[in-house]
């Protein structure tokens, strides 16, 4: 199993920046993909970028261009900086891990983007 667990979140103007952290409780090279998901208020869960074992990414529209998604393979930790924070924005921020034993998920934090 896996243990995935965020930290980051919190509250910030529009057009500001945060960097949420997601560390995994084992190595990350033997997860196939992480990723991050959101889920606003009264919406359903949506992804927001992924990355692959190997490095390669994606994104939602729309964040792209906006949000990086990125990997610290020594501290079993992917990230997910954010700049020109949108009010759209605010949501629940969840962590997850896809293995061959199984997909994780993290308990999540908070973002929220005053305009």
């Known amino acids: 199993q896996v243990q995935v667990v965020e930290s980051g979140g919190g509250l910030v103007q529009a057009g500001g920046s945060l960097r949420l952290s997601c560390a995994a409780s084992r190595t990350i090279f033997s997860i196939d993909v992480m990723a991050w998901y959101r889920q606003a208020p009264g919406k359903q869960r949506e992804l927001v970028a992924t990355?692959?074992?190997?490095?390669?990414?994606n994104y939602a529209d729309s964040v792209k261009g906006r949000f990086t998604i990125s990997r610290d393979n020594a501290k079993n930790t992917v990230y997910l900086q954010m700049n020109s924070l949108k009010p759209e924005d605010t949501a629940v921020y969840y962590c997850?891990?896809?293995?061959?034993?199984?997909?994780?998920w993290g308990q999540g934090t908070q973002v929220i983007v005053s305009s």
């Open positions: 990355i692959t074992s190997p490095g390669r990414t």
């Open positions: 997850n891990a896809r293995a061959l034993d199984g997909v994780f």
